[in-house]
């Protein structure tokens, strides 16, 4: 049984992947800004933006560091899946969804 991804070529394979949600949540805000910009009244996005910001910047941190790792065991696999601010951010975009949808 293996432990981690160390030594193996699905490892870099990983690191590769991990690129993606970095670059997803590094503009999120930005993006459902642009996604609710004809949305009335406007004003009252700019809380709601807000907290998706935290709430991806907070994921951000949590996926960077998973990410820096030279080994990735399928344990911290899943608890970086687990992590509340990950969820947070997910709820918030389903949240978005639909009252833009």
Not at 54 to 82: F, H, K, P, T, Y
């Amino acid at each position: 049984m293996r432990t981690s991804d160390e030594g193996a070529k699905a490892g870099a394979d990983l690191g590769d992947f991990f690129s993606k949600p970095v670059s997803a949540l590094d503009g999120l805000a930005d993006t459902v800004t642009e996604a609710v910009a004809d949305q009335e009244p406007q004003a009252s996005w700019q809380d709601p933006i807000a907290v998706v910001r935290r709430d991806a910047e907070a994921s951000l941190c949590a996926v960077r560091l998973v990410a820096a790792r030279q080994g990735m065991s399928s344990q911290l696999i899943d608890n970086l899946n687990a992590n509340v601010h990950l969820r947070a951010v997910l709820t918030d975009l389903f949240l978005v969804d639909e009252l833009v949808g």
